[in-house]
């Protein structure tokens, strides 16, 4: 988390958008080519034209039934509190921050040109994204008028600004280091990314895992999203205040406060309390005291918002610098054991790969299974009988899940010494981390090509296992310069075989988004992120 940054985000956090047909989507869910290209009339035109006609009465009487309704429920939203994890290091510069409740802050205040959800990118405040023949150019359009909450007019000039600022953050790199800045030209409230090399997935895994923009690059609190900035911090929680000027209209909750919560069990005794409204990131054992509350409910979790949980097995140092000794860790953790007793129904067995749920993911990859008896051969000849685990609650339930591994190892005779670190502060000491031989970390599931650029290159930034190989980098270059999407499904497939049977990612499970909530708020997620802006509050009496 850098990674619910990216990775959100990372961490903290990814369809396809090209000349060749690729797509994506409006906030009222319209194709960009709907928008992009005007219909050509044929011969029929008058009888088509009469035919439109009454589509366009019906669907503005649909529409405007539909704005009453969300006018009458918005009519009494009411101030709302969200418990989050944040980091000491937080601050109102996106290139700071570092935990999930910092990631929120950004979207509030911020926002993104271009969202990222199960069906596809959504755009935000760009009216549109148009690739050239060749995809090494993005020219983004922003909506028209659209100003930060100061009054100030966004410009094209400033989304260059804004991601040159943002590129130069080491963790940001894997996103935005193709972006040629040499070549990027703005005009007026439209600028045209360049890129260094071709690429077909730069909405869905580059602009749309989050793209911020600011004055002149200037990341200082004031933007353009749905919240003002008020006052606070990371110890002591933030208060935001809706933004009269936002471009979808002024939200309809007038106040968000987001409190430091870290840990899952607090969260729960907060939200039945009545200290916050929404409790962001619980585990399973908050669920079933959460499930048996008065005036609570349970949003349906679902891959795509997934959290992927993972034993980082580090390639850097031994012993799992030898693949041998990786795959015998990999047949020794009783995956189905601990995603029943951590995960129970919010959960779903991991294979050491990620995008799980997408439609490039390979699920015909073979499943591996826990074989104690040939993980025990391999350790006893290699002379390996004891390692260390650093592990976290950056995700409610990793340390349970390493004291269960202890056992995993002992009955392969290999003695786990653990390390317990601050949640608060874990993603900030990863320089000493990647000196350990293994340690805890989690994903926000994203798609397999939106997961390479930060997990799987030489140069990713958050290449956290050390792991890589020519085979990995060749089939990349290959699969974000096609727009065949059967090739790029085969160089998917590539990566993902050679992470799996030769990586350092220990991917053990997914954990189902789960959060809890007040009834009576209702709000759209961007990568298992709440869209505050958009959402209403009226909580049920």
């Known amino acids: 988390m850098k990674k619910k940054s990216i990775i959100s985000l990372l961490l903290v956090i990814v369809l396809l958008l090209s000349a060749c047909g690729q797509k994506t989507e409006t906030e009222e869910g319209k194709d960009v080519d709907d928008i992009l290209q005007k219909p050509q009339i044929t011969g029929d035109e008058t009888e ?60 509030s205040i911020y926002d993104s040109l271009v969202s990222m959800h199960n069906d596809g990118p959504t755009l935000r405040m760009a009216e549109s994204i148009e690739a050239n023949e060749t995809l090494d150019a993005y020219t983004v359009t922003l909506k028209e008028g ?25 963790h940001y790199q894997s996103m935005y ?12 409230n439209q600028a045209t990314l360049a890129l260094i090399e071709p690429t077909s997935d730069f909405i869905e895994s580059v602009l749309a895992m989050w793209s911020p923009v600011a004055k002149g690059g200037n990341f200082d609190g004031v933007g353009a999203g749905g919240y003002v900035y008020d006052k606070g911090d990371p110890q002591t929680g933030y208060v935001l205040k809706a933004n009269e000027k936002y471009y979808a209209g002024k939200p309809a909750i007038p106040e968000v406060t ?17 200290e916050i409204d929404y409790a962001w990131g619980l585990d399973a054992a908050a669920v079933q005291i959460l499930s048996q509350a008065d005036g609570i409910e349970l949003p349906e979790g679902s891959l795509d918002g997934a959290t992927a949980l993972e034993l980082v097995l580090n390639t850097r140092v031994a012993p799992f610098d030898d693949p041998e000794v990786r795959y015998a860790a990999k047949l020794t953790v009783d995956r189905e054991k601990l995603v029943t007793t951590l995960l129970g129904e919010y959960g779903e067995i991991g ?39 650093v592990t976290s609650d950056t995700i409610p339930g990793l340390t349970n899940a390493t004291k269960m591994m202890v056992q995993d190892f002992a009955d392969v005779g290999v003695n786990v010494t653990v390390e317990e670190l601050d949640p608060q502060t874990f993603f ?3 320089g000493e981390l990647y000196q350990k031989s293994a340690f805890t ?22 290449n956290v296992s ?33 992470i799996h049977e030769n990586g350092g990612e220990l991917i053990w499970g997914y954990q189902k988004d789960i959060s809890a909530q007040r009834k009576g708020l209702k709000t759209e997620t961007n990568q298992s992120v709440p869209w505050l802006a958009t959402a209403t509050f009226v909580p049920e009496k």
Do not use: C, H
Not at 258 to 274: E, F
């Open 466 to 498: 050390g792991y890589y190989s020519d085979l990995t980098e060749e089939s990349f270059k290959k699969a974000i310069t096609t727009n065949d999407k059967e090739e790029q499904a085969t160089y998917i497939k590539n990566i993902s075989q050679d």
């Open 258 to 274: 987001l409190l430091n919560i870290p840990d899952s069990a607090s969260k729960a005794r907060a939200l039945q309390t009545g």
């Open 177 to 188: 280091g193709n972006l040629d800045f040499d070549k990027t030209t703005a005009e007026g």
């Open 428 to 430: 900030a000491q990863m």
């Open 146 to 170: 659209l100003v930060y909450s100061d009054g100030v007019e966004v410009t094209g000039q400033d989304i260059i600004d804004s991601l040159q600022y943002i590129a130069a953050a080491p």
């Open 48 to 107: 088509q034209e009469d035919e439109a006609q009454q589509e366009d009465e019906t669907q503005e009487a649909d529409d405007i039934q539909q704005e009453d309704e969300t006018q009458q429920e918005s009519k009494g939203s009411v101030p709302l509190k969200v418990g989050a994890l944040f980091s000491p290091d937080d601050t109102l510069d996106p290139t700071t921050v570092t935990s999930p409740g910092g990631m929120l802050l950004m979207m």
């Open 441 to 462: 970390f989690y994903w926000m599931n994203r798609t397999p090509l939106a997961e390479f650029r930060s997990q799987v290159l030489k140069d990713s930034p958050y």
């Open 351 to 389: 294979n050491d790969m990620l995008g799980k749920g997408f439609a490039t993911y390979p699920e015909d990859i073979e499943q591996i299974k826990m074989d104690k008896e040939e993980a025990e051969r391999i350790f006893a000849e290699k002379g390996i009988t004891e390692i260390t685990i």
